[in-house]
């Protein structure tokens, strides 16, 4: 939920140099290092099965961190090698479920409710003079809109309601970017990327440079998905 407090990271993709430690011990190393937070693994990814020697891997836990198993295979991991990563498969299962939200919202709130003003909207009041809009105000404001309330009813996040107003194409690119990178990254010089601001178009700058930043590693690159506490 947006706020006037400095940015909530609830999830952070670390990126190991070739040659580093690339445990779960030293992933939190460099939350620690660089977020002052401790954190425990993340199992956001789907784990690749090749397709010739998929039956034998699937086993296999190896080049996985914190990997979890259904029937005895491996099917999720909070991360290890990209290659064994299906990084594909994780946005492409994002972006359904993200299709299917939108689509619902679409159904239920937008076809039966007038267009809202997204929070920011309100926060910005709240920004302007602070005296005269609290952040409480601010939120009641908002959360007071015949949308907002529908939202609330149906259990849609209110606060993406800029996200769903912009379309769906908007909406699953934000998720599916979500599920890949979280909401910040650390890269293997130990530069920490995050967005600029809450708002969505600060988000969207950010994923996409993490995005590129992660496309560009090598497959024996190695990640780990780390949950702040």
Known sequence: MPTSMPLHVPVVTVCFAPGEDADWFAASEKVTDLLDADGTPARRYHVRHRRLIGWLTRFLGYYLLDAARRFGAVTMAAGGRKGRLDLTGTAARAANDAALRWRAWNTHIAATTRA???????????????????????????????????????????????????????????HWRIALIGDALITTDGRLLIPASDSVADRFRFLNEACRYLRSLRSSARLCAVAIA
Do not use: C
Not at 121 to 146: C, G, M
């Open 116 to 174: 809202a003003h997204p929070f920011e909207d309100y926060l910005a009041q709240h920004h302007a003079d602070p005296t005269k809009v609290s952040l409480a105000e601010a939120r009641r404001r908002f959360e007071q809109q015949p949308r907002v309330l529908a939202m609330l009813a149906l259990s849609f996040d209110p606060y993406e309601l800029s996200v769903y107003q912009a379309g769906e194409a908007t909406y699953v690119g934000l």
